[in-house]
């Protein structure tokens, strides 16, 4: 059974930094592609951050390119996502996600992905 449990989230200041951590387990994350993406009520998943199995090539979202780093432990089984400079208009639930299935990039639309975990809230204050 595949499992991805978000961790990490919580209330910062404007400026700050976040590392969300996600806990795979069930599938093989050197077999996979991961993704983070995020989603504020009443607004579309906005994918932010892919890596890739194999090369672990990234691709980033113009809305955190620069100051967001996704990667990954794969003996661990842990994907990350490092955020910072965060801004209030990155309030959203972060959430994880992976996929066995070759895209090319950047592979940051939603309906590719199979298996999602269940979030973690990122709220920013000003």
């Known amino acids: 059974q595949v499992r991805l449990v978000e961790s990490g989230g919580g209330s910062v200041q404007a400026g700050g930094s976040l590392r969300l951590s996600c806990a795979v387990s069930?599938?093989?994350?050197?077999?996979?592609?991961m993704a983070w993406f995020r989603q504020v009520p009443g607004k579309e998943r906005e994918g932010i951050a892919v890596?890739?199995?194999?090369?672990?090539?990234?691709y980033y979202a113009g809305s955190v390119k620069g100051r967001a780093a996704i990667s990954k432990d794969n003996v661990k089984n842990i994907l990350y996502l490092q955020i910072d400079s965060l801004a209030p208009e990155d309030t959203a639930m972060y959430y994880c996600s992976a996929t066995p299935r070759r895209y090319p990039p950047p592979a940051l639309e939603s309906s590719l992905y199979n298996y999602w975990g269940q979030g973690t809230q990122v709220t920013v204050s000003s």
């Open positions: 890596i890739y199995p194999g090369s672990a090539a990234t």
């Open positions: 069930g599938l093989a994350m050197n077999k996979h592609r």
